[in-house]
């Protein structure tokens, strides 16, 4: 039954990528899926049952967003099968330690958020719905047909049966563990021979590194970036170092959002989602999403406010899809840099692709870099060189950035250097993150 919804699935999302011709188009059949979801979901999501109200199905965008915090605290009445928050963090938990991803929960998977933001969040799929996944995740990043013999390597910091369900005979699937040796994973991939490369950003980085000594030979048909901010820097070194385009999908606990296109172009799933803008600047650029996930029932998402902070594309994409384009996805609000204003404000912000983009732009010689912002004067900044002059390719970074402060009306904060690491495993790489909250910080005085 389940191989049937696979395939099914993989055949309609095909058939769906060429269906809607208008925005318009689009936007009627999704506003009929919200609504069919719904009458399914409201008998037993008393959650959403009591946020809808009186109101018809038809005006949906009218309730009130929901964040993490809420959904976690209304868990047990939010998901539709009864399971209970309790139950669902042991099962979890006791595979994260075990590492043995395949047990379940009353026949559901439930998996835990790798909490980037310091919450971490349970997300529950059923098995039709896993089944759907695994189509729609076949169809949109296969570098060729269901048919062909595929060979997927996938690093993350926890399997699931929600990712082992592509598993088919033509299509092999092995998931390898972050939290392993890299000799180990390089030993493992010049035997296997992935056609398909998934994994997050910094590692993607680290294995180009080892291709280019030698360690490592593998010629994947496609790479894809996941579970990171794909940095420019590292882009662009792991497509030099592999000499092709690098793809990205963009999934988190709160469903599967956007996958890259043939051209490279981040479009936003659209067939599976609402992705509605709360948007951050006058430009009508940057974003907070909305999302709704219509092809979720057992823990259904309707209007979740995700607080990661998206860049969309206007330009139009060459693929001539009319499903949102997204021009990067540049971090968490969690990563806004907050610097005390030059003219008496109390606190001004500044946007992590601007701190991206200060640094990476100052010299060819950086290899890798992290900026972290300690307190609103205070920036501690770590460089990876591949040659030069490092006090003065310092000096420059530090210009430039307090050029960009400056720019925003800030403050200058004391800029300082220490010695670059990177370590792998549970913890997502963050390029540029802030370590403090804004509303805790009480200092009365001025930076130096």
């Not at 330690?97 to 395949?102: L, P, Q, S």
């Amino acid at each position: 039954m389940e191989i049937v919804a696979l395939l099914r699935q993989y055949i309609r999302t095909k058939w769906l990528a060429r269906r809607f011709s208008t925005r318009e188009q689009l936007e009627s059949w999704q506003s009929a899926q919200v609504q069919a979801m719904l009458r399914r979901i409201l008998p037993d999501s008393p959650f959403y049952r009591e946020r809808l109200g009186d109101l018809d199905t038809a005006d949906w965008r009218s309730m009130e967003p929901i964040d993490k915090k809420l959904m976690m605290a209304h868990f047990d009445e939010l998901n539709t099968r009864g399971i209970k928050k309790e139950d669902a963090f042991r099962v979890a938990l006791k595979a994260e330690v075990t590492r043995d991803f395949a047990p379940q929960l009353e026949g559901v998977t439930v998996g835990l958020s790798s909490g980037t933001s310091g919450n971490r969040g349970l997300f529950l799929v059923g098995r039709e719905e896993q089944a759907k996944w695994a189509g729609t995740i076949l169809a949109k990043a296969l570098p060729g047909p269901l048919w062909s013999e595929h060979r997927i390597a996938f690093f993350l910091r926890a399997n699931s049966n929600l990712y082992t369900a592509v598993n088919r005979r033509r299509i092999r699937f092995s998931f390898f563990d972050l939290q392993k040796p890299l000799q180990e994973h390089l030993l493992t991939l010049n035997e296997y021979q992935p056609t398909v490369l998934v994994a997050p950003a910094s590692m993607l980085r680290l294995l180009a590194a080892e291709q280019r000594k030698g360690a490592l030979r593998i010629a994947p048909a496609k790479i894809i970036s996941v579970a990171e901010v794909l940095d420019p820097l590292d882009e662009a070194y792991i497509r030099d170092t592999f000499e092709q385009l690098i793809h990205q999908i963009y999934q988190c606990t709160e469903g599967l959002l956007a996958v890259t296109c043939a051209h490279g172009t981040l479009h936003v799933n659209e067939d599976l989602i609402v992705m509605e803008k709360e948007y951050l600047d006058e430009q009508k650029e940057r974003f907070f999403p909305i999302l709704t996930d219509f092809s979720r029932v057992t823990q259904p998402i309707i209007r979740y406010r995700l607080n990661d902070i998206l860049t969309e594309k206007h330009s139009p994409c060459p693929c001539g899809s009319v499903f949102t384009a997204l021009e990067k996805i540049e971090g968490r609000a969690d990563d806004l840099f907050w610097f005390r204003g030059e003219k008496g404000e109390l606190l001004v912000s500044v946007f992590p692709d601007f701190i991206r983009r200060a640094v990476i732009s100052t010299s060819d010689a950086i290899e890798e870099y992290t900026v972290r912002q300690l307190s609103p004067c205070k920036l501690e900044v770590a460089l990876r060189l591949r040659d030069g002059d490092s006090p003065f390719i310092e000096e420059q970074v530090r210009s430039s950035l307090e050029a960009i402060i400056r720019e925003h009306q800030g403050e200058v904060p004391v800029i300082t250097f220490t010695p670059y690491e990177l370590q792998l495993g549970t913890k997502k790489l963050r390029r540029v993150e802030r370590m403090f909250t804004p509303d805790e910080q009480q200092e009365d005085d001025r930076c130096p």
